[in-house]
């Protein structure tokens, strides 16, 4: 079963970086695709980022040209490299993928706070 564990949140002022991890607790070479999306309060959850099997990436247009999603296969996590942060990044963010199912998979989540 596809476990995933999200680290890498925390506290950062405006113009700052994070790098956000999600860990899976099977290779990452075997699934479709590994989407980070974000909640801030108040709001509803948002796409972020999506990372597919063969390397294919695709942002929200709210933080394109300042996230980077990228890939670790040998340690099986997906990382989101987030620069030049606002204070409108701040959010829980959780990665999702699915299962071999189609059941959706989530992290519990990581706190972003950026403060301006």
């Known amino acids: 079963q596809v476990q995933l564990v999200e680290s890498g949140g925390g506290f950062v002022q405006a113009g700052g970086s994070l790098r956000l991890s999600c860990a899976a607790s099977?290779?990452?070479?075997?699934?479709?695709?590994i989407r980070w999306y974000r909640q801030a309060p108040g709001k509803q959850l948002a796409l972020v980022a999506t990372?597919?099997?063969?390397?294919?990436?695709n942002y929200a247009d709210s933080v394109k040209g300042r996230f980077t999603i990228s890939r670790d296969n040998a340690k099986n996590t997906v990382y989101l490299q987030m620069n030049s942060l606002k204070p409108e990044d701040t959010a829980v963010y959780y990665c999702?993928?699915?299962?071999?199912?189609?059941?959706?998979?989530w992290g519990q989540g990581t706190q972003v706070t950026v403060s301006s």
């Open positions: 999702k993928t699915k299962d071999g199912t189609g059941y959706n998979v």
């Open positions: 099977v290779s990452i070479v075997i699934i479709n695709a």
């Open positions: 990372m597919r099997r063969w390397g294919s990436t």
